[in-house]
């Protein structure tokens, strides 16, 4: 089993809709959780950490962290074709970050 | 502020040969990490830094690879003699010193092709 899952798609939404994206993590003491974005060819982009069980929010992003199902997720309202990415799952328990294989977006316009 | 740096952007080497790969973190980070991707895989972690002192090099695939960062500012990632299953793309990156969860930056990454 990998230590951190995730779906690597293409995950496809139209335009103006909301996209969710999952994932989950093997080791129970793990305890901050990230996700990054990652244009092709470019440097993985830090958009939201969490560290509590819940929702957190910010601007059209949304993470969600259930740490007793090790599960989490983010959720993109109103995507944009702009949004068209791949977007890492990376797990922390000390300072190493395990990253899933990432999931691929494609928001179509 | 200046991001996380590193260089060259890209090399191709021949097999056998020796490739350095350097990483200049944000200035005041203390923990420095190199990861690797290669082609279809997740980003894997090679190993961490705190300041001069090697943490964690757990991830680091055999003896042909070798981390330093004298001092404690940049770092350097050595490959001798490189094989071709060491292509793919290199990430370096930073995070200041403290608590749990403190997050990381990355820099763009040195593709490595080794032919």
């Known amino acids: 089993q990998k230590e951190v899952e995730q779906n690597s798609g293409p995950l496809s939404v139209p335009e103006g809709a909301i996209a969710s994206l999952n994932c989950t993590y093997s080791?129970?003491?793990?305890?901050?959780f990230f996700w990054y974005r990652q244009y092709s060819g470019k440097s993985p982009e830090l958009i939201m950490s969490?560290?509590?069980?819940g929702d957190k929010e910010d601007g059209r992003f949304t993470a969600q962290l259930n740490k007793a199902s090790q599960y989490v997720s983010l959720l993109i309202r109103d995507s944009q074709p702009s949004d068209s990415a791949t977007y890492l799952c990376?797990?922390?328990?000390?300072?190493?970050?395990?990253f899933g294989t990432g999931t691929r977006l494609k928001v179509l316009a | 502020e200046a991001g996380v740096t590193q260089f060259p952007s890209h090399s191709v080497i021949e097999k056998g040969q020796t490739v350095t790969l350097r990483c200049d973190p944000i200035?005041?980070?203390?923990?420095l990490y190199w990861y690797r991707r290669v082609m279809g895989k997740e980003i894997k972690f090679l190993l961490h830094?705190?300041?001069?002192?090697?943490?964690?090099e757990s991830g680091m695939p055999n003896n042909r690879f070798l981390a330093e960062r004298t001092g404690g500012t940049y770092s350097t990632l050595k490959v001798q003699p490189a094989e071709l299953e060491d292509s793919g793309v290199y990430f370096c990156?930073?995070?200041?010193?403290?608590?749990?969860?403190?997050?990381?930056?990355f820099g763009q990454g040195t593709r490595l092709t080794v032919v």
């Open positions: 990156a930073s995070s200041q010193q403290g608590a749990l969860g403190t997050e990381a930056f």
């Open positions: 200035s005041g980070h203390d923990n």
């Open positions: 990376a797990v922390s328990g000390t300072y190493k970050y395990i």
């Open positions: 080791d129970r003491g793990s305890q901050s």
């Open positions: 830094f705190v300041k001069e002192s090697k943490q964690d």
């Open positions: 969490i560290y509590s069980n």
